[in-house]
């Protein structure tokens, strides 16, 4: 198994697609919290939008549980992503909390022979961010354990890329910083 931190042409457009969705949802976020936040007058959190497309050759949906270390899902990530969809998840946390992070998993869908299985992790720390992916049979991303993908996160970086040599399923995502409060993540699930 192989986890490479270049790019390829497909990789980097669908990762640019992907950002410039999050840009997007993010500004309409940041319009809504700024009428909220006048309107209350406190302070908020971190607040960290992601976009995933699907380029995997059937629709995917969501596998077991999701984590959130710190933080909450403002809109949680789709149950299903068709075939070449985008699903999109907005994920913030407490003024109090240091950081906004998380994890969730998704799979080939009930129609596929071939059972794939792909995994996002994020954290959102002030200057530090990191995101991690990871790819592989269904079984064996649903057998990771909480520990195990905190750790790889917290070894990874603000890109990640992830091919399964036994399947081909692939994942890459990078994360960036949006503002000083803000972080879009783009990520790509697929196989080659």
Sequence with gaps: MASVQQFSDKEKAAIGEAMKEAESLMLAKNKKAAAAAA?????????????????????????????????????????????????????????????????FKYCSDSSSKLKRGWILAWMKYKGNNRVYVEAGTQHRINQLKESDIKYKLKVSGPTSRYWDSDTGASAIAEIKDWEVDGALIAVSFDQF
């Design 39 to 103: 309107a209350s007058s406190q302070d908020h959190g971190f607040l960290v939008i992601g976009v995933m497309k699907n380029l995997y050759s059937t629709a995917i949906e969501r596998l077991g549980e999701e984590w959130n270390w710190m933080g909450s899902f403002e809109d949680s990530p789709p149950q299903k992503i068709e075939k070449n969809g985008i699903g999109s998840f907005a994920h913030n946390s407490k003024p109090e909390e240091e950081e906004c992070s998380g994890a």
